[in-house]
């Protein structure tokens, strides 16, 4: 695996969406490199961060109603 396609799975990963050999594959290349593990790092601080300062509000239902729609779109 190569740094690129290592990033390109990086959001699965954190959202432990990859099966188990893709899953391997990747944690072996972030222990091999220094430059997409400090990336991985980042990200998985920057999402345990925005889930602790997120946890104890909750959207205005507007707000709900708009991303319901968009996510619909898709």
Known sequence: MNC???MEM???FLDKELDGGA?????RHLEECRHCFSKAE???RLRAMVRRSCSCEQA???L???L?????LF
């Open 4 to 6: 690129e396609e290592s």
């Open 10 to 12: 990086l959001w699965q």
């Open 23 to 27: 899953t391997g594959e990747l944690q």
């Open 42 to 44: 980042f990200e998985q």
């Open 60 to 62: 205005p239902p507007e």
């Open 64 to 66: 709900r109603e708009r």
């Open 68 to 72: 319901s729609k968009l996510i619909r």
